[in-house]
């Protein structure tokens, strides 16, 4: 595998991303099934857009969970389990926000 050459710190494998394995702040692989199409939100592999302009990076957790967090879309697990993103709530209250790729609250 290539390695940056400009970062000597050794990147943990936990937070590569978990298809395509790259490591964080790098561009997913072509048929990464994690990655996001950039000018929809939705699921990369399923997009119909030619090539590689609508790649997304790799940021180090699962996409939407960062904004279902700042939202408060969690699922509670019960005592003992932490809460988990609801990434389905995301999708039905949010829109995807080409210019700042992240999924955003619907201004009803
Ligand atoms: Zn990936
Ligand atoms: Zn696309």
């Keep these: 595998m290539a390695t940056e050459a400009d970062a000597?710190?050794?990147?943990?494998?936990?937070?590569?991303?978990?298809?395509?394995?790259?490591?964080?702040?790098?561009?997913?692989?072509?048929?990464?099934?994690v990655a996001r199409c950039a000018i929809t939100g939705?699921?990369?592999?399923?997009?119909?857009?030619?090539?590689t302009a609508c790649n997304t990076r790799w940021t180090g957790e699962w996409p939407g969970s960062a904004e279902c967090i700042e939202y408060g879309f969690l699922i509670d697990l019960g005592p003992g389990d932490e809460s988990m993103p609801d990434?389905?709530?995301?999708?039905?209250?949010?829109?995807?926000?080409?210019?700042?790729?992240?999924m955003v609250r619907r201004s009803s």
């Design 42 to 51: 939705y699921q990369r592999l399923g997009c119909t857009h030619y090539g």
């Design 87 to 102: 990434l389905n709530r995301l999708y039905i209250e949010c829109d995807w926000d080409v210019d700042r790729q992240r």
């Design 8 to 33: 000597n710190q050794p990147e943990p494998a936990s937070t590569n991303c978990p298809d395509c394995a790259v490591s964080p702040g790098k561009l997913h692989d072509d048929r990464c099934d």
